[in-house]
């Protein structure tokens, strides 16, 4: 599985745009990007993912460059709840993507 | 559905018992894994399973062991506890063999090995 690296820390002003950039290299044309996030202790929760295209949900929406290289989650209006860590991983390819490895997350910081 | 259930929350171990952790899911899923958290830290794969009858190794699998006798249960056991196993377990599952299946997690257990 291809590796992702993520900044370890970001703050972000309440009711404004988060936007956590990913960089996924080495990744191959039949893996797809995943985003999770997970609040304290919590497990973690699935946020969106995509292989090409933008994609769009209600919580968040997730930018793909067009080579593929890298990615940003984006939270449109983020509230004191989106404190949380951000984990943005690849998976899918040759493998079936059931070796599923997290990195170390970014840290989001909404602050009032 | 009740998603992935994962007992108990927390236990607390002394060196050298040994427990098992239960993870079950009512997904139907055949892919089922098992993470373990320090603190501050991100999530290492210990073991997974493709489907029932077929375990395989993650990052992280030396002191501990899986089995997979059904589809819903991937009970995680450990033998000989170490304080280096204190640790949030948490177990999750996806669809097969569907690249765009996301994973579900459950909520955790919290193991203290004294």
């Known amino acids: 599985d291809a590796k992702t690296t993520q900044p370890p820390s970001m703050d972000c002003a309440e009711g404004r745009a988060a936007n956590l950039p990913c960089n996924h290299s080495?990744?191959?044309?039949?893996?797809?990007v995943y985003w999770y996030r997970q609040i304290h202790s919590q497990g973690p929760q699935y946020i969106i993912h995509?292989?090409?295209n933008n994609e769009t949900n209600e919580m968040a929406s997730l930018i793909i460059t067009e080579d593929r290289k890298s990615s940003t989650l984006i939270l449109p209006h983020a509230t004191l709840r989106d404190t949380a860590v951000y984990y943005c991983?690849?998976?899918?390819?040759?493998?079936?993507?059931?070796?599923?490895?997290f990195g170390a997350g970014t840290r989001l910081f909404v602050k009032a | 559905n009740a998603g992935v259930t994962q007992t108990p929350k927390f236990r607390i171990l002394k060196i050298g018992q040994s427990m098992t952790l239960q993870c079950t899911q009512d997904?139907?899923?055949?892919?089922m894994y098992w993470y373990r958290q320090d603190p501050g830290m991100g999530l290492k794969l210990i073991y997974y399973?493709?489907?029932?009858?077929?375990?395989d190794k993650g990052e992280v699998p030396n002191g501990y062991n899986v089995s997979r006798s059904t589809t819903e249960d991937f009970p995680l056991r450990l033998e000989l506890a170490a304080p280096s196993q204190t640790s949030v377990y948490f177990c999750?599952?996806?669809?097969?063999?569907?690249?765009?299946?996301?994973?579900?997690f459950g909520n955790g257990t919290r193991l203290t090995v004294t």
């Open positions: 997904m139907n899923h055949n892919y």
């Open positions: 399973s493709v489907g029932a009858g077929i375990t």
């Open positions: 080495t990744i191959s044309g039949n893996e797809y």
């Open positions: 995509g292989l090409k």
């Open positions: 999750a599952s996806s669809q097969l063999g569907q690249n765009n299946s996301p994973l579900h």
């Open positions: 991983i690849v998976r899918g390819g040759n493998t079936g993507g059931f070796k599923t490895i």
